[in-house]
């Protein structure tokens, strides 16, 4: 007889069952659903979710990498779909996912039984932390179902055909399963041989070389040379600059041409538009700044004219600190957490507008769809943080311990202008227009924020449900 650990949760959402079921059967519900603090990678898909289906992931336990490669075994639609692992840690998975109504809401429960190799010689403590882990996760996924299903409800139900570039960027790794798993279908623009089949078109910006473009309903432009943390040299500095400039103008330009242009243009900026602001609170009618950063985004934003005198709406996303585990400046601070959190760089009163990378793509998606929106939009949380608040909290949080500051004399030695105007540099931006446009935040403060990313929850109020037994 084999000894095996039952896992059952179960969370209540507003909307039908059908609507429920229709978002796991969509491209991307998985991605969508795998928590920011797991280092986990979808590799490969096959089919949907009927028998046959597959999927692959690279995941880690700890430092260790393995592959998961799981089956699709059972579909009823509307009703359950089932899955089991093929390959993995465990001797034992399968996965039934039941969708029901109860109480007029629609009801999703997840049924896991599952065995470690060994399973009945384990000290019971082991079935306790997959019991732990597993409850973190399933909380994490009813909290980003509930949220992106209430999205998709305030952002209508019809069916759009999106243009994405930068595509393969931490923001468009992101976005696109937000928006399939709506309905959406996606198009990406890329550097190589495009594959069709994939929605692919071909472009090179530098070159100023595109495929011709279709229709399409949104576009949304994310592509750009990635700004790095080192030393900042002529040769980089223009990368930076024509990257942006360059394929903003080739898309713009082309868009702007079109004899059926799109509803709206989404061009991606920065709040370093507006330099270093100090203590000092600025919003969307407030000025350019000095500075590197600032030239770049007031010439990024300047391209994208083009598509809007053509009568494009057009919208000007002043991105924040964007905070995710997958990359940008939270990795990074992360990278090095297991010695600790550096207590401040530098003086540590220089204001950080940041924003989760869900609100990040939400506020983006939410731009899509609002005729409203047009021109500059902040896209930050509402209480901007000073950097020696931010290590706090994070140090909070994450449970690891405050260290020593960085002096700013260091910062400038090793990085130069690249310290002075990022890690140094001060920016509180207003969000109030993006408030005012009916957007809602999933992380208004920054404690929401690293509690969701990290997965520090609290007692949340699914129902769940853990037990062995032997079959």
């Known amino acids: 007889m084999t000894e095996v650990a039952n896992f059952r949760y179960t969370a209540a959402f507003p909307c039908s069952v059908e609507s429920l ?40 336990a700890g430092p260790v990498p393995f592959r998961w490669i799981a089956h699709h075994v059972e579909n009823v639609p509307g009703a359950m779909f089932r899955d089991v692992m093929h390959k993995g840690p465990f001797s034992h998975w399968s996965h039934r996912h039941r969708f029901y109504e109860c109480d007029k809401r629609a009801c999703l429960e997840d049924s896991i039984e599952y065995a470690l190799p060994l399973h009945g010689l384990l000290p019971s403590f082991l079935q306790k932390h997959v019991d732990t882990t597993l409850q973190r996760t399933f909380q994490h996924r009813a909290a980003v179902l509930a949220a992106d299903l209430e999205l998709h409800r305030r952002c209508g139900t019809q069916s759009s055909k999106v243009l994405v570039s930068g595509a393969s960027g931490v923001l468009g790794r992101a976005l696109l399963p937000l928006l399939t798993t709506g309905g959406h279908e996606v198009w990406t623009l890329v550097r190589r041989k495009p594959n069709r089949e994939e929605n692919e078109l071909y472009w090179n910006p530098m070159a100023g070389k595109m495929d011709d473009l279709p229709y399409f309903d949104a576009v949304i432009h994310l592509a750009g040379e990635y700004i790095g943390l080192g030393r900042w040299n002529t040769a980089k500095k223009k990368a930076v600059l024509e990257s942006r400039t360059r394929g903003t103008t ?23 538009y507006y330099g270093d602001t100090s203590s000092a609170t600025v919003d969307e009618n407030s000025s350019s700044g000095d500075g590197f950063i600032a030239e770049v985004c007031r010439k990024w934003e300047d391209a994208a004219q ?121 920016s509180r931006t207003d969000c109030r227009k993006l408030l005012d446009s009916g957007f809602i935040f999933r992380h208004r403060t920054l404690e929401e924020a690293l509690c969701g990313l990290l997965g520090k929850f609290g007692i949340d109020n699914g129902s769940t449900t853990s037990k062995r037994r032997e079959g």
């Not at 080739?250 to 900026?269: E, I």
Request: glycine share 10%; proline share 7%.
């Open 21 to 60: 079921y229709n978002w796991h059967s969509r491209k991307g519900a998985l991605e969508r659903l795998i928590p920011p603090w797991e280092k986990t990678e979808v590799r490969q898909r096959r089919g949907g979710l009927d028998p046959g289906g597959m999927v692959e992931m690279r995941m880690h």
């Open 250 to 272: 080739l898309l713009a330009g082309a868009l702007a041409a079109q004899t059926r242009q799109p509803k709206v243009f989404l061009c991606a900026s920065a709040v370093g």
């Open 306 to 426: 083009v598509a809007a005198e053509a009568g494009i709406r057009t919208v000007l996303m002043r991105i924040g600190v964007a905070l995710s585990p997958q990359g940008g400046a939270l990795q990074r601070l992360l990278s090095t957490a297991p010695l600790g959190i550096m207590r401040r760089f530098g003086r540590g009163d220089q204001f950080i507008s940041w924003i989760s990378l869900d609100d990040t793509i939400s506020a983006i998606y939410h731009a899509m769809c609002c005729p409203a929106l047009h021109g500059p939009v902040n896209m930050t949380a509402p209480f901007p943080v000073c950097n020696s608040s931010f290590m706090e909290i994070l140090s909070e949080i994450s449970g690891y311990p405050l260290l020593f500051p960085v002096p700013e004399s260091y910062l400038k030695a090793v990085y130069g202008q690249m310290a002075t105007e990022i890690v140094l540099s001060s």
